[in-house]
């Protein structure tokens, strides 16, 4: 009960046909999330007359879509007057389908406010667009997180407060006033005291907001959001996310900015596992349409990537999919090489093979004084004759002069590859804010040059 929408125990077999449409609604409705059916063995050996319940919905289940028009009116008159405002957006915009995005686009552009994502909201807003901030929280780039702790006015439309992109509750965006859209109510003011709560889906409540903008004719403070995205650019200017790809040995930001840069299309889609690689993907991979990231975002599942790519490739076979996988977290479920063999999938998989657990390495390293424990593996098998075992090509690269032959080889390639790409083994991933920390103690990568940031910035370096 604690982690599902709802649970059936069906004691009926004729019970079973309108049981397992009924809970497909529910978990599929509102806010999405799992929901158990449990089917005893005496139930399963009986039969029944399948009865089509497809449209049945519960009675007692209901969710509000349409937002309240008091809230919206308040909202958008918060939003019209914003001096330092940000669209702070999550996965309930995608969830909310094509329409929420087109939505969301249409209304950033029409104010010309800054926009950032969570880790589960990229490709609502195009990465490519000038007004996107790139993707906040614990490894979100500089200006994503000081526009959300020095903003006025925050606009969160279907993003959670989760604890990754809030960090401290009590140092969050201290200085700004809260509108929070999300169609779950019980996640409105549970971690971050909100000042206009918006229950709705976000489609609808966009909508809204849209049409309330244009009635009332509003525009924005030009002046004053002027002066703000003159500040966004200079901490923009710190490019908080570069790095030096020297020599032989290839930096895993490097490998994924090529391959980004090589693979890239509007028909690529993209899935991960869990670690180091899942947060240089994010910030490296550009998204500019949704669906096309498929990323496990919470209770850190390494595992999922791979038999994710496998849905993807099926629900999309003319697309190009691509898996980024770490050394540990693929070797959670590596015998989906046998599904991708046997229906020839043209799934391409990335390992980047440092040889660790990165992120516990990394966490390792950082804040339990370099007591590294159980973050090395000795033993790891050959990722090119394993995927030849299961009947799939291989490749390996070690250099980063091989790297772009590497990458066209493979995605040239008709049919499924495993790459193994061995990278540098002690690369961290910055910008980092410490667990429990506030946006403004960020922590940037070893030599970058903040130049003239702050105390004015409201920077903690460290």
Sequence with gaps: RPCTKHNYLVKHVDELSRTMHEAASIA???????????????IQNQKTVYVNHQHYRRPSYKVQTKPDAKAIEEAVKLIAGAKKPVFYTGGGVINSGDKGSELLREF???????????????????????????????????????????????????????????????????????????????????????????????????????????????????????????????????????????????????ALDRLDELSWSPDTYITTD?????????????????????????????????????????????????????????????????????????????ILNNGYMGMVRQWQEMFHGERYSQSYFEALPDFVALAEAFHIKGMRVTKAGELDAGIKAMLAHDGPVLMDLVVEKQENVFPMIPAGAGHNEIVLGPGQDVGELNEEDGMVLI
């Design 28 to 42: 599929r409705s509102g806010r999405p999330g799992p929901v158990v059916v449990d089917i005893p063995k005496d």
């Design 108 to 254: 950033v552009r029409a104010t010309g406010f800054p926009c950032t994502s969570t880790l589960m909201g990229l490709g609502a807003f195009p990465a490519s667009d000038p007004l996107f901030l790139g993707m906040l929280g614990m490894h979100g780039t500089l200006e994503a997180n000081l526009a959300m702790y020095h903003c006025d006015v925050m606009i969160n439309i279907g993003a959670r407060f989760d604890d990754r992109v809030v960090g401290a509750v009590q140092g969050f965006s201290p200085g700004s006033k809260k509108i929070h859209v999300d169609i779950d109510p019980s996640s409105i003011n549970k971690s971050v005291q909100v000042d206009i709560p918006i229950v709705g889906d976000a489609a609808e409540v966009l909508a809204a907001m849209l049409a309330e903008w244009k009635k009332k004719k509003y525009q924005p403070n030009a002046e004053a959001v002027g002066k703000w995205w003159a500040q966004i650019k200079r901490w923009q200017s710190k490019q908080c996310l570069k790095y030096t790809q020297n020599g032989d040995g290839i930096k895993p930001q490097y």
């Design 274 to 350: 869990v670690g180091q690689h899942q947060m240089w993907s994010a910030q490296y991979f550009r998204f500019d349409n949704p669906r096309r990231w498929m990323t496990s975002g919470g209770l850190g599942t390494m595992g999922y990537g791979l038999p994710a790519a496998v849905g993807v490739q099926i629900g999309h076979p003319e697309g190009r999919v691509i898996c980024v996988s770490g050394d540990a977290s693929i070797m959670m479920n590596i015998q989906e090489l046998a599904t991708i063999a046997q229906y020839q999938l043209p799934i391409k998989l990335v």
